[in-house]
């Protein structure tokens, strides 16, 4: 089937109905630059004595559109620049263009600098997806941090892997697998693991790595989301939602070249142009090819990215976005080192004791894996009256994967042979494969959302009502077998033999060693609202609520799982006080998460050895937070500092009945908490000078478990202090236009991915890894350098696993922009 006939389908309609369509109006459209030629952002442009106008984008762009035939003057002001009137007449049918060009006011400029570097680049100050409406950050009680493509621009950031070390409280924990259902990466944020499978609000999973070519911002939203975003999609530590570019009405465009270590090599292309002579149809392509080699002795990533989106606006109050994200890859699995045997047998304590060469993957070529992910999305916006608009989103997403996915695991020497004198060291590595056959996971959401602002009496509320639909449909199948168990670093011992066509062999001789299949559907049909009401100009209060139907159809998950049927109930409150309106924030908020968790194995105390299944109850997740939100000094700095305590009840857990029939079952009594504190600044402290900078505590523990794991922090909750920070610096226009650097990184502390009395402790060390950049940007183009971890620090990742990091690594880029 052509994924892309519906679209084109959708394409010829809304061309044809053009004509039907136009209204007795025309746009004004132009292009405000400095005298020296550079675009200048943020200039309103109005028509005096008519109340329309509009506010120039970031290459100094406006249009104003639905204005009559006849004689006009326009105004462009901003602060810092010298205010500039032009006349001009406007003929039926036609679209006439008007640029100025402003000088710069020197009484202004000292109490605001407008152009350049001397701004926060770095803040995004609002959202429309946090709280599925439009709302500034200080009025949301809600933590989210939002990285904007001007950061990853200047930090040469190509991947949704690298933008996230800029949000404070994240951890990447697993690399990209590729693997379909499962195989996007893994992080962790207040002690629970999160994926990026969200796009614009609604579903959109990428399950091989993700690239950031048609990223604008990532949004990476805190605490327990499942009121507005559900709990298919999100976790209790929060979500990640990827913001992507969108169509915009002027040519505009940028080509990239990129290449740097381990054969580097990336080609990507962001081009924009509208498509009628009335700039109504609009069509924005964005596509990438990406390779990179191994610091190691064998492994790659190859994908290619293509993201068209095409938007449609025939008048004010209506607009069709479609788009869609095809991502092609193929690859390597990263090393994983998985740890089956306690650590006290291992003979270490911490990855930088074990007898591993760093550099060695331990495998030869071939083992390779086919994913493909692709994202349909659709979305109709429509102003019904002057207070409520009605947005309707469809998206589909589709994951597959096909091929081997090698893994590793540490052997004790007793084990291999057989002689108890050689316990307590392990220098042998058992070498496996788990591969896909033909999987696919399938996820489809329609969501419905109806906004409102407007006043009851003396109050403002901002309403969201909306209505979910999605489904699940997952038909994977996962084998595999173990290869062999090789002497770790033994000079003339062949590591290569562990390869694509040995394993092929091996499964062409017989059966694997084992089959893990998942094949099941789930639907959900949610039902939610928020108010947002404003009892005075300076305080607010947030009240949600969201009823949740969840259906498994029931199917395989390794051995058959029963159908059942779940309701949920899920609020949200939240307080805000601005003691200085629009600069300070003082916020409170209670957020909840479900997990429905099936049917599971129960000992029943009624009757002598009895073991039946009991549906769970639902799983839930607590968060108490409050804290502190600035935006002062002109927009200088914004930062939030945040404390956080989340409760979870009814976790499943072995059954602590000491009769031996017991030992099989499980009971829902378990309990974990998670507490800590965030903060974050992005700052503009001096001229040229930017800064974005974030800091983090959290204290996981399972307070009521089995005694093995009983107090102890969970091996999923990753290091509980991590700090990120970025120093940006533009030197001044009078002495080289366009020239900057940047130094940063980041810092986590140790990480027990054992943790627990049978298996002991385990730790990937603290690591500090620092990078830099260099860049020379002008208007039409742009080149740049970056060294990532320039002190070379050997480092790990992991939860219950070991996953080696890239060494030091150089990258150099240029660009040209049309």
């Known amino acids: 089937m052509n994924v892309f006939r519906p679209i084109h389908i959708v394409v010829f309609l809304l061309a044809t109905s053009l004509p039907v369509l136009a209204q007795q109006t025309v746009s004004i459209r132009g292009n405000v630059t400095t005298s020296d030629g550079q675009p200048v952002e943020g200039v309103t442009i109005s028509i005096k004595g008519k109340g329309q106008g509009a506010i120039t984008n970031t290459k100094g762009d406006y249009v104003i559109n639905r204005v009559k035939a006849g004689d006009y003057t326009l105004q462009a002001t901003a602060v810092g620049l010298k205010t500039e009137e032009r006349t001009l007449t406007v003929a039926q049918g036609e679209n006439p263009t008007l640029n100025f060009v ?459 799982i029963t159908a059942y049927e779940q309701t949920a109930l899920s609020p949200k409150f939240g307080v805000v006080f601005q003691p200085i309106k629009n600069k300070v924030s003082l916020f409170a908020n209670y957020q909840n998460s479900f997990s429905n968790r099936g049917v599971y194995n129960a000992y029943d105390v009624t009757a002598s050895d009895s073991i039946s299944q009991r549906q769970a109850k639902l799983e839930r997740a607590n968060q108490f937070e409050a804290g502190i939100k600035l935006d002062a000094f002109n927009g200088k700095l914004s930062s939030t500092i945040s404390y956080y305590n989340i409760r979870v009840n009814d976790l499943l857990r072995n059954d602590p009945n000491p009769l031996a029939a017991a030992r099989f079952a499980q009971t829902q009594d378990g309990a974990q908490t998670s507490k800590g504190f965030e903060f974050d600044v992005i700052a503009n402290p001096i001229n040229g000078l930017n800064v974005v900078a974030g800091f983090s505590y959290n204290d996981s523990k399972l307070v009521r478990a089995t005694p093995d794991v009983e107090g102890r922090r969970p091996t999923t909750a990753s290091s509980p202090y991590l700090a990120n920070l970025w120093l940006s610096y533009r030197l001044p226009d009078y002495l080289v236009k366009g020239l900057g650097f940047g130094v940063g990184g980041n810092y986590a502390s140790d990480n027990k991915i054992l943790n627990s009395i049978s298996q002991g402790e385990f730790i990937l060390p603290a690591y500090t890894v620092l990078n830099a950049s260099a860049f020379y940007d002008r208007k039409k183009f742009r080149i740049a350098a970056k060294i990532d971890n320039f002190t070379n620090q050997r480092y790990w990742i992991g939860y219950t696993t070991a996953n080696p990091q890239k060494l030091r690594s150089f990258v150099g880029s240029v660009s040209y922009k049309f």
């Open 102 to 560: 402003l000088s710069e006011n020197t009484a202004q400029l000292q109490e605001i600098i407008v152009t350049g570097g001397r701004t926060n680049r770095f803040a995004r100050p609002s959202s429309d997806y946090v709280s599925k409406m439009p709302l500034k950050n200080l009025e949301n009680p809600q933590v989210y941090n939002s990285i904007g493509k001007e950061l990853l621009t200047e930090q040469l950031v190509f991947s949704v892997d690298d933008a996230v070390r800029n949000a404070p409280g994240i951890q990447r924990m697993w690399e990209a697998t590729g693997r379909s259902g499962d195989g996007g990466s893994f992080y962790s944020s207040r002690g629970f693991i999160v994926q990026s499978a969200l796009r614009n609000g609604v579903a959109g999973y990428v399950s091989s790595g993700i690239d950031a070519v048609n990223l604008e911002k990532l949004e990476v939203i805190k605490g327990p989301s499942a009121t507005l975003f559900g709990s298919a999609l999100t976790s209790y530590g929060g979500l990640m939602n990827r913001v992507t570019k969108k169509p915009y009405e002027t040519f505009g465009g940028e080509i990239t070249y990129a290449g740097g270590s381990y054969s580097f090599n990336r080609v990507s292309l962001d081009v924009n142009t509208p498509i009628d002579p009335a700039r109504k149809l609009m069509l924005r392509v964005n596509t990438a090819f990406n390779y990179e080699g191994t610091f190691q002795t064998q492994g790659f990533t190859r994908n290619f990215a293509f993201a068209p989106s095409l938007l449609y606006k025939p008048n004010d109050r209506l607009s069709i976005l479609l788009d869609a994200e095809v991502v092609r890859g193929t690859s390597v699995g990263k090393q994983i080192i998985f740890f089956y045997f306690p650590a006290s047998q291992l003979g270490a304590s911490r990855a930088d004791q074990l007898n591993l060469d760093y550099r060695n993957s331990y495998m030869g070529s071939g083992l390779t894996l086919q994913s493909r992910s692709t994202n349909l999305f659709g979305q109709i916006n429509y102003k019904l009256s002057p207070t409520f608009t009605s947005s309707t989103n469809i998206t589909s997403s589709r994951s597959f994967s096909n091929g081997i996915g090698p893994y590793f695991y540490l052997v004790p020497d007793a084990v291999v042979t057989g002689n108890a004198a050689d316990a307590g060291k392990a220098n042998y590595l058992a070498r496996a494969d788990q591969s896909t056959d033909n999987s696919t996971n399938e996820i489809f959401e329609v969501q419905q959302n109806f906004n409102g602002d407007f006043r009851l009496g003396s109050l403002r509320n901002r309403v969201v009502i909306g209505l979910d639909f999605l489904r699940i449909n997952s038909n994977q199948k996962f084998f595999g077998s173990t290869f062999d168990i090789a002497p770790l670093n033994v000079r003339d011992f062949d590591y290569t033999r562990f390869n694509g066509s040995r394993m092929d062999s091996i499964y062409a001789s017989g059966p694997p060693e084992f089959t893990y299949p998942i094949v099941n559907k789930r639907n959900v049909y949610s039902g939610y609202v928020s108010d947002v009401l404003n009892l005075t100009d300076q305080f607010s209060v947030l009240a949600a609520l969201r009823v949740d139907h969840y259906q498994n159809k029931g199917g395989v998950e390794g051995s058959p």
